[in-house]
């Protein structure tokens, strides 16, 4: 306790310097926090991987975005320990108006095989397959746009999304 004002007064002896040491020393604490959560993130990321799944995207897309062809999917079925091949692309637009925006997957049937994990009922997904326009919502999304099973709603989205040029995409 009788050193305590001796060191008060040696910090104040030269405020600029104890001001700088002082910032230097929480930034360096700062950095070391935010390494650490890095660390342990990318820990949760790998931990979590699952290492019979790969997925595929390719680095500099040709544009418009056409993807993968699917006759490459076929290649790779061909590959040993290969079990299933799936496509999927998203696709970003608006059901009313530019404020109401929407996105959707589109998939491939291979997706069915390729991600078992997914929660969805093999009567689910033959009811998605069962038309070109089919799609899947959840409930919680269903319930707030007022769909029913059956009903046919559009989604606008940017030019270049259609082959044909069009911005308007009917889904069930």
Known sequence: MKSLLLVWAALWRKPAATLLICAATTAAFTLFGVMVGLFHTRQQFIDSARMDQIFVNMRYPDSPYTGFPLAVGDEITQIRGVAA????????????????????????????????????????????????????????????????????????????????????????
């Open 85 to 172: 091949v799936g496509a999927f692309k998203w696709l970003g637009g608006y059901r009313r108006g530019p404020k109401d925006e929407i996105g959707i997957f589109a998939v491939s049937e291979g997706m069915r095989h390729a991600r078992p994990d997914e929660p969805i009922t093999p009567r689910q997904w033959d009811l998605l397959f069962s038309t070109p326009d089919g799609v899947l919502v959840t409930r919680g999304l269903a319930k707030r746009l007022d769909l029913r099973e059956g009903d046919t709603f559009p989604i606008t989205t940017g030019p270049g999304t259609r082959a044909d040029g069009g911005t308007t995409t009917l889904t069930r």
